[in-house]
């Protein structure tokens, strides 16, 4: 069974497995930080359920539900 | 003074938005700065001057970035001025606290192979939370010179420029080794050199390592220009092609991701030597204006309150200083008017020029501090997350979380709500909150509804009334921006993705340089359209067409408003206004005055009720029109289903001509203006078609 970043709660942590999606998004989640093995945390989602917003090398950094859902993990406990 | 010989160094400061750049730049030059747009593109370039012992030195902002690849506009502007311009040096600025992600950008400068200097700025920031950098070990693995910084308080400047004046006289003691990206990666890199290495032409415009990592990332920028410079460019292309498979088939993955995977690699390797961090017990003061800022409940009603009081604050406070500025123009136009004789020329110098001037400059006070606002807005951090609440319901309509802000302000006045736009990042998304932002009920159709308002309806309709043309103007927005998301702005919208950065306090320093940058380019540029403008329609109102014998009607000489009535109907702008009535009777405002009043609405949109105004022979009423709402209370043209009509007009149809004035500034061109121009009055008579009949039929 495959996650993505949508099926985590806030306060879950995980690990990049791979991203999918390409050219200039890809390119940019990359720049970012969210290459493959990095951790991040979901900190919180916006009143309205999308976008969320999640911690990544140390940093916060907000995605809409369609971005996050080309992001596959896995959840740590 | 003494006559000495300076020399001159040209530096580039560049680094992650975020990271302090803006106030490093600021401190470092002062208020000795130029802003204008890169060539061809809305990204602002920003330019200082400082003089530091025997140099004169030239500090060019670059935008902030993350990257330094072809897929954006920001990114390509910062490596083309490395690669064109050739600074003697970057300046790269990083926020202590956030370190990994701001050296795998300095990674990307050092492949481009051009001296640099690293300042750590916030540094004691970074401290407090925890953060223990090894400055100098950290500047042997990076193999560059690293200063801490606090830029609010001009900590390490003096260092920082010590530094740059000898990275600047001795660029090659800074010669830095390349970094290694892996065997696998590294042999292709070579390869790909020694093929390019004997082209002169590609050696003496490019870094050659570069472009060979360019070329397995597939490049697009890179692939043009081996295309267009290289002598064999198929021998080159055909490598590269070959090398990209040969990395995906050994990885798994495309040249590019591993690329990057590296980069993250070296750079996390060098962070996590030389950086240790102890987790701080204290609670985050950020962290807990977060809380509340975002909070699941409480966070739209902050920000409306907010907004509600930025907007209300942008009229209160200013209400002073733009009646003064009305009376100075006014006294000005006395003044002038009372040196000239009576006639032609001295109603074009008094009504025209200086009523123009006039236009400009009401503007002025409501702008600055619309300004400001935004300016404390984006400085603290809050845009982000205002962008962060709102985004749910703004890319319904396809917009972007951060469209909010400037459709907000267009309840004050469009022209600042269009320069705010400039928050946005993609040009699609600025263009497309542009184009909505005429239907915002802007502070100058406030009068001609309360005309109309209170002409025809019951005080206690009133509100609702003038709620409903509101609300109206706020779904035609949402209405319109959904059907242009479907035809003028297909293809994939732009990725959210966006960092959150942590609240600071904006320096005073920082707030007022970015609002009177602003104010001086409304100023500046659209200044000069809106004058122009005014003349031109001074022209039209005043040359009359009328043959010379209704021209010496005989009028009683007391008449005079009377006579200024007859001179506006006779003019080009009476003929056109009239020529108007027969499109305007579908809608049931078949009226030549109506004509009139709303082709002289382009001024401003206050002044559709200072034309009727005259047209009904009355004197200058102003803005308070007690005897306009009388007399077209007693028109019996007018009905209440014929006045809200109109204000369903004037609340939709064309924008006035200082917002198109900025819109052809902001937007480079008059293709989005002219758009905007045709298709909002398109639309108003359309909805003023189906309001007009659709009210026909009930009452």
């Known amino acids: 069974m495959k996650y993505t970043l949508n099926d985590l709660k806030p306060g879950d942590t995980c690990r990049i497995i791979k991203l999918i999606g390409q050219g200039g998004f890809r390119r940019r989640l990359m720049d970012l930080g969210l290459v493959k093995g990095a951790r991040l945390t979901l900190k919180k989602l916006a009143p309205l359920g999308d976008p969320i917003e999640i911690e990544v090398k140390g940093y916060s950094l907000s995605l809409r539900r369609a971005e996050a859902a080309k992001i596959y993990v896995e959840i740590l406990v | 003074m003494a006559d000495r010989k300076y020399k001159k160094i040209t530096i580039a400061l560049a680094g992650n938005p975020n990271s302090g750049k803006t106030t490093t730049f600021n401190s470092l030059t002062g208020a000795r700065q130029k802003v204008a747009n890169y060539p061809g593109v809305t990204v602002e370039k920003k330019e200082g001057r400082l003089t530091y012992k025997d140099y004169k030195i030239k500090v060019v902002d670059l935008p902030g970035t993350y990257s330094l690849t072809a897929y954006s506009i920001d990114e390509l502007i910062a490596r083309n001025f490395i690669l064109n311009k050739r600074p003697q040096l970057v300046v790269d600025v990083m926020d202590a606290a956030n370190l990994e992600r701001h050296l795998y950008l300095a990674v990307q400068f050092i492949e481009l192979e051009i001296p640099m200097i690293i300042t750590l700025n916030m540094i004691d920031t970074a401290k407090a939370k925890g953060f223990d950098i090894n400055v100098e070990q950290l500047s042997k693995l990076m193999g560059i010179p690293i200063i801490p910084t606090a830029a609010k308080t001009k900590k390490g400047l003096p260092e920082l420029l010590e530094q740059i004046v000898d990275t600047a006289e001795h660029p090659k ?56 410079t290289a002598q064999q460019p198929d021998v080159i292309l055909d490598t590269a092609e070959k090398s990209r498979r040969h990395i995906k088939s050994i990885f798994g993955e495309d040249a590019e991701t591993i690329l990057v995977d590296r980069r993250y690699g070296f750079v996390e390797g060098a962070y996590h030597e030389a950086v240790k961090s102890t987790p701080q017990e204290r609670v985050d003061i950020s962290e807990v204006i977060d809380r509340i800022l975002t909070h699941r409940a409480l966070s739209l009603p902050i920000f409306f309150t907010l907004m509600w009081m930025v907007y209300n604050l942008a009229f209160a406070v200013t209400e002073g200083p733009t009646r003064w500025l009305e009376g100075g123009v006014s006294f000005l136009g006395h003044i002038v008017g009372g040196a000239l004789p009576v006639g032609f020329y001295r109603s074009l110098i008094v009504d025209g020029i200086i009523g123009g001037v006039g236009n400009v400059l009401v503007l002025l006070p409501p702008i600055l501090v619309l300004f400001l606002a935004i300016a404390i807005l984006e400085d603290s951090g809050y845009m982000s997350r205002v962008a962060f609440i709102m985004d749910r319901i703004m890319h319904h309509i396809g917009l972007h979380g ?78 319109v921006a959904k059907i ?153 043209f007018f009905t209440p289903l014929r006045a809200y009509t109109l204000m369903v007009f004037v609340l939709l149809y064309l924008p006035c001509m200082s917002t198109i004035a900025i819109m052809r500034k902001e937007t480079g061109g008059w293709t989005w203006p002219a758009f905007t121009m045709v298709y909002t009055t398109a639309i108003a008579w359309i909805v003023s078609f189906a309001v007009y009949h659709g009210g026909s039929l009930f009452l």
Request: aromatic share 10%.
């Open chain 2, 402 to 479: 951060k469209s909010v802000i400037p459709m907000l302000m267009g309840f004050g006045c469009a022209v600042p709500a269009i320069m705010a736009t400039r928050t946005l990042a993609s040009k699609r998304d600025r263009i497309a909150t542009m184009l909505i932002i005429p239907f915002m009920s802007c502070g100058a159709k406030l009068p001609v509804y309360a005309v109309f308002i209170t002409a025809f309806f019951k005080s206690s309709a009133a509100g609702n009334v003038l709620f409903s043309i509101y609300i109206l103007g706020i779904l035609m927005a949402a209405i």
């Open chain 2, 173 to 228: 003691k800074y010669k830095k080794p390349q970094i290694s990206y892996g065997e696998e990666l590294d042999e292709e890199i070579d390869k790909l050199q020694t093929i390019m290495i004997d082209d002169n032409e590609l050696s003496r415009k490019f870094p050659i390592r570069w472009l060979a990592i360019k070329l397995l990332e597939n490049d697009s920028q890179v692939i043009k220009h081996i295309k267009n």
């Open chain 2, 484 to 636: 242009f998301q479907h035809t003028l702005f297909t293809g994939e919208s732009t990725p959210f993705v966006m960092e959150l950065p942590p609240y600071r306090l904006p320096t005073a320093k920082g707030l007022l340089i970015h609002m009177w940058q602003r104010s001086r380019l409304y100023i500046k540029k659209a200044g000069k359209v809106i004058l122009l403008a005014s003349v031109v329609l001074w022209f039209m109102s005043n040359i009359s067409l009328a043959p010379k014998s209704e021209q010496s009607l005989p009028l009683k000489p007391a008449d005079a408003q009377m006579q200024a009535s007859l001179k506006l109907k006779n003019s080009l702008a009476g003929y056109l206004g009239r020529g108007l009535a027969p499109f305007l009777k579908p809608i049931g405002l078949g009226d030549w005055r109506v004509g009139v009043a709303l082709f002289s609405g382009f001024v401003a949109k206050e002044v559709v009720i200072s034309t009727m105004a005259t047209l009904y022979s009355l004197e200058d009423v102003g803005e308070d029109a007690a005897p306009l709402r009388e007399a077209i209370a007693k028109d019996p």
